[in-house]
């Protein structure tokens, strides 16, 4: 099973990062550029086809959000605990910051399309738009704090795309509009591009990250959300069977998701709110650099878990 895993799902995604630094090696891409055709193209483009082609139902997009809500309140007070000790409290927003906002576009995406299939992306699309929102929310409080009035909160939450695209799926779901093939042809070809660009641009990230010192909050970070985020997420799955809020079958399928996307490596955005309000930005970019390396093991033997 680990060996599987390993093959046919964390070496490709690892695979296609090591593209994406070799290129920055040699090509030196514009990181700018492809962080925008991510974010306001590719994202949006996967997150409209997979949602209207979804058969998710509103109590099940119901129960992911709210899923998603309990789990970040859940880090935030482990996280501002743990990180309010004396060794960590100078750095606790950013460490907070780096614990709750997990890399579910970049590489949670192509990673739910090899290890789930089509229905793990749809579920992580949701996800998506979760972090999208808690992180030009709560992320600019924690990160920018009094410096950033709560009008530009607002006005960079609606400056992200996936949010819209969420919408307009669920206005084509609601109004049961056709797409005609000149739409959705070249969107599908866009949502079929996310994969192999998001992660070349991972590469080129990782491959400019500053990768060593501060040890003691670098592990503290990784920690708490490789490791200590998967088991809130299993905790709080377990509760919600025990309570009987999903159906066997269903939870069967939509937990493994969630748990292993709760053990995705830490945000970009972290590290690009880290450089904008000067909050420890090159401790950040090691968090995400050894974040992303360790999660080669660690996701590998979640997903192990919780799929066997």
């Known amino acids: 099973m680990i060996l599987h895993i390993l093959v046919s799902i964390i070496l490709p995604v690892f695979f296609l990062i090591g593209v994406g630094i070799v290129s920055d090696r040699v090509f030196k891409p514009d990181l700018g550029t492809l962080s925008k055709l991510n974010f306001y193209i590719f994202v949006p483009a996967l997150v409209f086809i997979r949602l209207i082609d979804s058969q998710l139902s509103g109590a099940l997009v119901g129960l992911v959000t709210a899923f998603n809500l309990l789990h970040m309140l859940a880090l935030i007070g482990l996280s501002w605990l743990t990180f309010g000790l004396p060794p ?79 919408a307009a799926a669920l206005l084509v779901n609601l109004l049961h509009i056709q797409m005609p093939d000149s739409i ?23 491959s400019r990250a500053r990768w060593w010192g501060e040890m003691l909050p670098l592990s503290a970070a990784n920690v708490m959300r490789l490791i200590v985020s998967p088991l809130v997420a299993a905790g709080l799955a377990y509760l919600i069977q025990a309570l009987q809020l999903i159906a066997p079958e269903q939870a069967a399928q939509v937990f493994p998701v969630l748990i292993c996307g709760a053990a ?45």
């Open 184 to 206: 959705r042809f070249p969107l599908v070809q866009l949502s079929n591009g996310l994969v192999p660009i998001a992660l070349l641009t991972l590469g080129v990230q990782l």
């Open 88 to 166: 960590f409290r100078q750095r606790r927003s950013m460490l907070t910051a780096a614990a709750i906002f997990n890399n579910c576009g970049n590489y949670g995406i192509p990673f739910a399309q090899l290890a789930f299939g089509d229905f793990g992306v749809q579920i992580m699309a949701l996800v998506l738009v979760f972090q999208n929102v808690a992180n030009f929310t709560l992320g600019l409080f924690l990160m920018g704090d009094e410096r950033t009035h709560w009008k530009e909160r607002l006005e960079e939450m609606l400056k992200a795309p996936p949010l819209y695209a969420v």
């Open 264 to 308: 995705l490596p830490v945000a970009v955005n972290v590290y690009i709110l880290a450089i904008r309000y000067d909050r420890q930005a090159e401790l950040a970019s090691r968090i995400v650099f050894w974040s992303t390396l360790a999660s080669a093991v660690t996701l590998t033997l979640w997903l192990a878990v919780f799929t066997s």
